[in-house]
């Protein structure tokens, strides 16, 4: 019997993960560490014969995951997102690492340093230090503290593999900043939901 797309995706991710871990393992989630995970990333999602769309419901709106390996307790999430056009997201900070890699349509992501010392409750100061547009053939990782933005560009929703050193549903607070108001706030854990 031929091994159903379902099945070679279930392995290829399995596989990602042992890569993964294996990586981390030996130094954690440092910068180089991500630089390696982002490469096997992008080698996963430019297997774009694993993703066809029609496993995969679109968005009504603006975007959605579909979880295609979420480890177990504190454990990484690996899913399939999707941002329709013109999606946005303002700066914002995980707390978690991240790395994306595209599938196909094209996503821009922005950078931002810190510059205040967040001593002033709701008040942060932010400024653009790079840019990295995510499209086919590439990716990009963020370590823990990191902040950036993103936006959907051109006509097509922008497809990829986003993968979390937590499961989404375990996320710790996102710090969401508003440099035109120079001001924060922070959405709930789920750290402690579980
Ligand atoms: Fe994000």
Same mark, same amino acid.
């Given at each position: 019997?031929?091994?159903?797309?379902?099945?070679?995706?279930?392995?290829?991710?399995?596989?990602?993960?042992?890569?993964?871990?294996?990586?981390?393992?030996?130094?954690?989630?440092?910068?180089?560490?991500?630089?390696?995970?982002?490469?096997?990333?992008?080698?996963?999602?430019?297997?774009?014969?694993?993703?066809?769309?029609?496993?995969?419901?679109?968005?009504?709106?603006?975007?959605?995951?579909?979880?295609?390996?979420?480890?177990?307790?504190?454990?990484? !999430?690996?899913?399939?997102?999707?941002?329709?056009? @013109?999606?946005?997201? %303002?700066? &914002? +900070?995980?707390?978690?690492?991240? $790395?994306?890699?595209?599938?196909?349509?094209?996503?821009?992501?922005?950078?931002?340093?810190?510059?205040?010392?967040?001593?002033?409750?709701?008040?942060?100061?932010?400024?653009?230090? !790079?840019?990295?547009?995510?499209?086919?053939?590439? @990716?990009?990782?963020? %370590?823990? &503290? +990191?902040?950036?933005?993103?936006? $959907?560009?051109?006509?097509?929703?922008?497809?990829?593999?986003?993968?979390?050193?937590?499961?989404?549903?375990?996320?710790?607070?996102?710090?969401?900043?508003?440099?035109?108001?120079?001001?924060?706030?922070?959405?709930?854990?789920?750290?402690?939901?579980?």
């Amino acid at each position: 019997m031929p091994i159903s797309i379902a099945t070679k995706r279930q392995r290829a991710c399995a596989a990602l993960m042992q890569q993964v871990h294996a990586i981390t393992a030996t130094e954690g989630p440092t910068p180089s560490a991500l630089h390696a995970i982002k490469q096997k990333l992008v080698a996963l999602a430019n297997k774009t014969a694993l993703f066809p769309l029609s496993d995969f419901e679109m968005p009504i709106a603006q975007g959605r995951n579909h979880p295609l390996l979420v480890e177990d307790n504190d454990g990484c !999430g690996l899913y399939l997102t999707i941002n329709l056009p @013109g999606k946005e997201a %303002a700066p &914002h +900070d995980h707390g978690i690492w991240c $790395v994306n890699a595209a599938v196909s349509g094209i996503e821009k992501h922005e950078f931002f340093r810190r510059l205040d010392d967040g001593s002033r409750p709701g008040y942060a100061q932010v400024v653009k230090t !790079g840019e990295v547009v995510v499209r086919p053939g590439q @990716g990009m990782a963020m %370590a823990d &503290h +990191d902040i950036h933005s993103t936006i $959907v560009e051109g006509d097509e929703p922008a497809i990829g593999l986003a993968l979390y050193g937590y499961a989404l549903a375990r996320f710790p607070a996102v710090v969401w900043f508003h440099p035109a108001f120079a001001s924060t706030r922070a959405s709930l854990s789920r750290r402690l939901a579980v």
